[in-house]
């Protein structure tokens, strides 16, 4: 079963504000129980259009 980030206040929320506490990639990625910041970052691609670091650029405007 393919892994996604959720919504609300779950693993999206989470990742989300990890992202946006500045918290290293590959880290949030190991937190969140993704096999590595590649999976992470496809996952998130998909389901937000952005990648982890782009998230964070635009969370930070």
């Given amino acids: 079963m393919a892994q996604g980030l959720g919504s609300g206040a ?3 929320g989470a990742v989300r ?10 880290e949030i990625a190991a937190a969140c129980s993704f096999g590595d910041q590649s999976h ?4 998130f691609k998909s389901e937000t259009g952005l990648t982890p670091a782009a998230y964070r650029a ?4």
């Fill in 40 to 43: 992470l970052t496809r996952v």
């Fill in 10 to 12: 779950g693993q999206g």
């Fill in 58 to 61: 635009a969370s930070r405007v």
């Fill in 17 to 26: 504000g990890l992202l946006r506490a500045g918290e290293p990639i590959a």
